[in-house]
Nanobody, 113 residues
Framework: QVQLVESGGGLVQAGGSLRLSCVASGTIFSNKNMGWYRQAPGRQREFVAVITSAGATNYADSVKGRFTISRDNSKKTVYLQMNSLKPEDTAVYYC???????WGQGTQVTVSS
């Protein structure tokens, strides 16, 4: 079974930046589409960004222009660079082998106002 481990979350002020990482193991990473989702308290998990095995990207409208997803296949890692953070970005961020049931445990991002 694939294992996904997220890291890089923390507490930042509005307008700040964080870079999340997700390291995959137990899978052939390079041919996988990888996604980031987030879930805030009392809300459903929502799509944030995806990067295909070919490097194409797509973003939720709420983060477009502020977040950048990227990958390093040699490290089996997908990244989420988050800039211009807003309090509404506060959530647990999850890594996903896109459109599968493979999820990481999540990393907490808290943005203070």
């Amino acid at each position: 079974q694939v294992q996904l481990v997220e890291s890089g979350g923390g507490l930042v002020q509005a307008g700040g930046s964080l870079r999340l990482s997700c390291v995959a193991s137990g899978t052939i990473f390079s041919n996988k589409n990888m996604g980031w989702y987030r879930q805030a308290p009392g809300r459903q998990r929502e799509f944030v960004a995806v990067i295909t095995s070919a490097g194409a990207t797509n973003y939720a409208d709420s983060v477009k222009g502020r977040f950048t997803i990227s990958r390093d296949n040699s490290k089996k890692t997908v990244y989420l660079q988050m800039n211009s953070l807003k309090p509404e970005d506060t959530a647990v961020y999850y890594c996903n082998v896109f459109n599968t049931a493979s999820w990481g445990q999540g990393t907490q991002v808290t943005v203070s106002s």
